[in-house]
């Protein structure tokens, strides 16, 4: 039987570690996506992901809404990509121009280009359309259990999305197309 | 079936893309680093753990990680060490007894008897999930010398909310062990000396967490528990930011950061482009700013150590063009 986030961090804090294990493999495809619009790196995001659920483990005891988990684990997932993506930018000068570099030579040019440039794109969206439209679109979840997720109204999740999308849409210029 | 919103088929082409660039999740074993980790770090066994096959790549890369660095820090650490298992129906019965007791005994002989004093309203103890406020923490990563002084070297700095002067409380095995004082600060790292007298001296890896909370740190806590992009409390500039019936205001301004590479203090960015406590931003590398939100998105888009910094300011009624000198 599938428990609840909020019964589940209450077990963590408990000292049940397979409760948090439960957590992270309910939310590490999201949280690792999270890490990966950032950095554009899979190696990076994984670290980078990793390195957010032991955070979110550690500070746990100050997490408010226990049933809202998944959305504060993301917040911690930004933050520290944000800070890996800045640190880099200090110690290795122009890797940031070249981030994608390392993915962008794995695949075939053009298909892979696109998804390079929306990826790009994503992460200059503001956090929570970010995040509602990962959830939507990646984690295939509909606005009922986003809303449940989340915490918040379907007008609310309505509202993100469409504005994310536009936001995007913007971004990316009307040139950009959907390639097969 | 469900109906798809119209601004999802007013985008369709973009919501096709989106969904072709689903990523494939991470490796396989990435819940098993993650515990690997925790358990590492904090020596609880993860119970299922025994029924798992032996850590693949990422495991023992993760094991090593922290092997050779340790970064952790359990949520229970804090509020004790976790009772031995025979503790727990020694512990309930107890508690039982004394909850027999305190029930048949009449509430003004126990709190005379005791010595207690009644508290109109008093609040009930903070709980393990209601924190307080939430409080900036790091751990002391290296030791070292400067100019013959013994130094830590903390990994918690500006974003974090530290300034000169802020006195740390230090901790080993979740009990305090002494003070430090910060004496040079960079964005993510901060150089202290120990405080006052202590029997013992802090390591790598002891935990720090400030022994008084300022409002910066409280903002920079609250913005990294929020997963703002805000840097932390100083945008990676050294100012910290309020909203003002103008626009966003320069609340306050970090002059001199410290740099880790040779611990000599420098000008902050805020300092090289002259900002000034009370200054309304208005734009920053020629685009408008109306909030703190517009600032992060023209700062995260540029290289910041690439990019000589504009802005344009409102002081004392009057715009100012300023650049980074």
């Known amino acids: ?180 | 079936m469900k109906k798809t919103p119209p601004f999802e088929k007013e985008h369709a082409t973009l919501v096709e893309a989106l969904r072709r660039t689903r990523l494939k999740g991470p490796d396989e074993r990435f819940a098993d680093g993650v515990i690997d980790r925790i358990d590492a770090e904090h020596g609880v066994r993860s119970e299922l753990e025994s029924s798992q096959p032996e850590g693949g790549n990422v495991a023992s890369r993760v094991m090593a990680r922290i092997r050779g660095d340790g970064t952790s820090r359990a949520p229970s650490r804090k509020h004790g060490r976790r009772a031995p298992r025979w503790f727990l129906p020694l512990g309930g019965a107890i508690a039982a007894g004394l909850a027999i007791a305190v029930l048949f005994t009449p509430m003004r002989d126990w709190l005379r008897d005791s010595g207690a004093q009644v508290v109109p309203n008093d609040p009930a103890p903070p709980s393990a999930l209601q924190p307080a406020s939430p409080m900036p923490s790091g751990q002391i990563r290296s030791v070292r010398d400067f100019g013959g002084e013994r130094c830590y070297v903390i990994d918690a700095g500006l974003v974090e909310g530290l300034r000169v002067g802020d006195v740390l409380a230090w901790e080993r095995d979740g009990q305090r062990a002494g003070q430090l004082r910060v004496i040079g600060v960079s964005a993510y790292a901060a150089i202290t000396r120990q405080e006052g007298r202590s029997e013992r001296e802090p390591q790598p890896r002891d935990h720090v967490e400030p022994l008084f909370l300022t409002d910066v740190m409280r903002r920079a806590a609250k913005e990294i528990e929020s997963g703002s992009q805000a840097r932390g409390a100083f945008y990676g500039l050294g100012i910290m930011l309020a909203r003002g019936t103008d626009g966003i205001v320069v609340m306050d301004v970090v002059r001199e950061l410290w740099r880790p590479e040779d611990s000599a203090p420098e000008p902050s960015r805020a300092s090289r482009l002259g900002l000034e406590v009370g200054d309304v931003i208005r734009a920053a590398l020629g685009e408008r700013v109306a909030s703190e939100a517009d600032l992060e998105r023209i700062l995260l888009r540029v290289d910041p150590d690439a990019t000589v910094l504009t802005m344009t300011v409102l002081r004392d009624g009057h715009e100012l063009a300023l650049t980074e000198r």
């Open chain 1, 1 to 180: 039987m599938a428990h609840d986030d909020a019964s589940l961090v209450k077990r963590t804090l408990g000292g049940d570690t397979a409760a948090y294990r439960e957590l992270v493999e309910r939310y590490q495809r999201a949280v690792f996506s999270c890490a990966y619009q950032l950095l554009g790196s899979r190696h990076d995001a994984e670290e980078a992901a990793q390195e957010a659920f032991v955070q979110a483990f550690e500070k746990l005891d100050r997490l408010r809404e226990p049933r809202y988990f998944f959305s504060w684990v993301w917040r911690i997932t930004s933050t520290v990509a944000l800070k890996w993506r800045l640190k880099q930018r200090r110690s290795e000068l122009g890797l940031e121009a070249d981030m994608f570099a390392r993915e962008r030579e794995q695949a075939p040019v053009e298909r892979e280009e696109q998804r390079l440039t929306l990826l790009q794109a994503l992460a200059q969206l503001p956090e929570e359309q970010r995040e509602a439209i990962t959830l939507r679109f990646w984690e295939e979840m509909d606005y009922a259990q986003m809303g449940k997720l989340l915490g918040i109204s379907h007008d609310a999740l309505y509202q993100r999305v469409s504005r994310g999308l536009k936001q995007l849409r913007e971004l990316l210029g009307q040139d950009f197309v959907v390639r097969e």
